[in-house]
């Protein structure tokens, strides 16, 4: 069993930054390979990045290329997104999720936290 806890959500203008954490509870955090996922109000769940057990390898979708950057700390159970240059479509409620296998869908993702709100204004 996992338990994800995700915090660092906020209020930001355009152009700004936030860095989101997600803190995992889990026997061997190496076992899972991390993601964020985001969903925006009337919108499905859309895969931001991922990034394998290791860290050596990561993944980003279009819209966030260049601009985030996800991370982790396997000693301390943890999983980063650093957002730069904030837009108003990024806009939406960020989630961390965990998967043994690598995917960029959201079903391919077995465990997931609360959930954390982000809003960028313009």
């Known amino acids: 069993q996992v338990q994800l806890v995700e915090s660092g959500g906020g209020l930001v203008q355009a152009g700004g930054s936030l860095r989101l954490s997600c803190a995992a509870s889990?026997?061997?955090?190496?076992?899972?390979?991390m993601g964020w996922f985001r969903q925006a109000p009337g919108k499905e769940r859309e895969f931001v990045a991922q990034i394998r057990w290791s860290g050596t390898s990561t993944s980003y979708a279009d819209s966030v290329k260049g601009r985030f950057t996800i991370s982790r700390d396997n000693a301390k159970n943890t999983v980063f997104l650093q957002m730069n240059s904030l837009k108003p479509e990024d806009t939406a409620v960020y989630y961390c999720a965990a998967a043994r296998n690598v995917g960029t869908t959201r079903y391919e993702y077995d465990y997931w936290g609360q959930g954390t709100q982000v809003t960028v204004s313009s």
């Open positions: 889990v026997h061997t955090f190496t076992n899972y390979n």
